[in-house]
């Protein structure tokens, strides 16, 4: 059981279960993700009731210490992150830079990214959970989010003057006009209009209902791509 744990683990993190260590190329698709976290994370609870889980096997391009600053994110680091981050409740930003090869901001600004937090606040607060419930200080302070380094880990940030603030009605209604328009824009083009990230407007399609979660919104934003 503790192989197909490793081969799941393996495609779960965009890893070549072969053993060479080579991303793969598999398309992403929301639904096809979420599956794969889901079992294996039932597979794992399975596995630890009969013996020790074996470790999660580093990617070859982001071995602990491996520096990926700067570079473009791929779908394998991205599912990885997904990955890790859902599936482990303590894992936190320190833990996912070691493993990843980035900085802890650009963990958190990737988190944000990817819809799982509307801004730098709420991703850094959640990470301070993470550390206090694992009896550890506290890492980030309510000024981090506004440092040279998380606008250099989240480029544009300084062009989004809502960022971090609470959504009016007006701007409820501006999201469902955009979303609902016939130009299809996708999260990216009105997270522009409105001066928010598009981690924010993933997590607010969710929140006045329009979606059902982030996974149906990354869909369907991937089929307005494709058109």
Known sequence: MNRELEIVEKLVLGIDPLGRGEPLHTPRDAALDKARAIYYEQLKRVCKQHGPAPAIPPAHASRPGESRAGERWSIAEDNRLTALWETSPTVSTASLAEKLGRSPTAIIARL??????????AAMQ???????ALGQAAHWTDRDWQSAAFQSAEPGLEHRPNAGKPWRAEEDQQ????WDSAEGLDCTAIATRLGRSRGAI?????????????????AAEQQRQHK
Do not use: T
């Open 112 to 121: 944000v990214r990817l819809g799982f937090f509307s801004d730098l606040h």
């Open 126 to 132: 959640a990470d301070n959970n993470r550390l206090e």
């Open 175 to 178: 999201l469902q006009a955009a």
């Open 202 to 218: 993933i997590a607010r399609l969710v929140r006045i209902g329009l979606l059902p979660d982030r996974d149906a919104v990354i």
